[in-house]
């Protein structure tokens, strides 16, 4: 007999998660199944268990930064697999967790691969089901690549298990995933190359801020590589040999670990959304506004799954399942508010972004007055011995109001918030520098760099 829900959530990560706890308590009947542990890539696999190490290169930096201002470093190092101990602390009771908490809402926990056998039918590994509702939440997995030797290379899953650190990591692709993983890697002894294949890494952040990031990383011992692809990967017997291109003229390098941070695309393939004639592509499930499917009234997608204007981000996730929840629950059209959401690179320092770029405005032919803060000489970053920052603050001229703010700075990650709740409200630069805030703090900069 096949068993019927009021919705089935197909992915069991913060988004899915969220919206099966919402209309589980609505009295909706509600399971949730994922072939993985529930938890999802942010909890287990992403943004925190990458953060946990990072701690321990932000201490070694930290203490860098201070040699001959009070600090004596010493043999201070990072143990890595002690390290590893402690990501594991936070990220194995995650899935029993989260699996606990489900069922005390009401939630059916089920696991397996679900595929869609009809319009209103999942078969999960063998047993049928039926809903009047699906979301699709199941994320995003690496890019494929086609290059010899291509299997060769480790994804972001695996680099955050790895025991040990060799010492000779080569990051393919310039975006988040690379640089994050290499400021981690380069404080912890190895030595980290990243390669991309355009001339600019980190393309949705303001290049003159990538520029100082990528110079500051170069201090600590990070190679990068511009314009630059890998034709062929042959293992050797110490490492492997890497075939490269850069700007048109072959050349090779050693390296004893690859990393494929080329970018994600959308975990959907095994779905079989076709049985359920749900259109989607490489960007996701074609979805309107309020994250209905176009071709099937039944289905809705959230995060990676959906083809959104949202950044691919844990928070835009969960807000969109929150959406796509209510609008299941009351039959509404309401649609995500993506304004002034922030984002962040957590390198060391970390690199920070809302709102638009100054190319954006640019070309929107916006009235914009750029505010640039070299802040690397601001008592803040002095009190810590940082030399690299700044601030690029972009103000509409004809409303005072901020479209855009980008930030390259210890704890800029925190302040950027401000920057975008104020874009949220509307709030002008007037009303953001009559706010006293406490002193000394990084929030206190934010007055001074408008």
Known sequence: MTQRYDLIVIGAGMAGITAATKCAGQGWAVAIVDAL???GTCALRGCDPKKILRRGAEIIDSARLMRGKGIDMGDLSINWADLMRHKH???DPVPQNMQDGLARDGVATLHGHARFTGTDRVEIDGTSYEA??????TGAHPRPLDFPGHQHLIDSTDFLDLPALPPRILFLGGGF?????AHIAARAGSSPVIIDRGPRPLKAFDPDLVDLLITRGEAAGIQMHRSTTITAVEPTGAGYLVSLERSGTPATMHADLIVHGAGRTPELAGLDLAAAGVKWSARGVQVAGHLQSTTNPAVYAAGDSADTPGMPLTPVAVAEGKVAASNMLKDTTTVPDYTGIPTAVFTIPELARVGLLEQDATDRGMDVDVRYSDTSRW????????TTAAAKILIDRTSDRIIGAHMLGPEYSELINTVGLAIKLGLTTRQLRSLTAAYPTIGS??????
């Open 445 to 450: 900069d934010l007055g001074s760099m408008l």
């Open 37 to 39: 542990p529930y938890g």
């Open 89 to 91: 602390g936070f990220t």
């Open 177 to 181: 995933v690379s640089f994050e993983f």
């Open 132 to 137: 009047g509702h699906f979301l699709i939440t």
């Open 379 to 386: 008592y803040s970053n002095y009190r810590i011995g940082e």
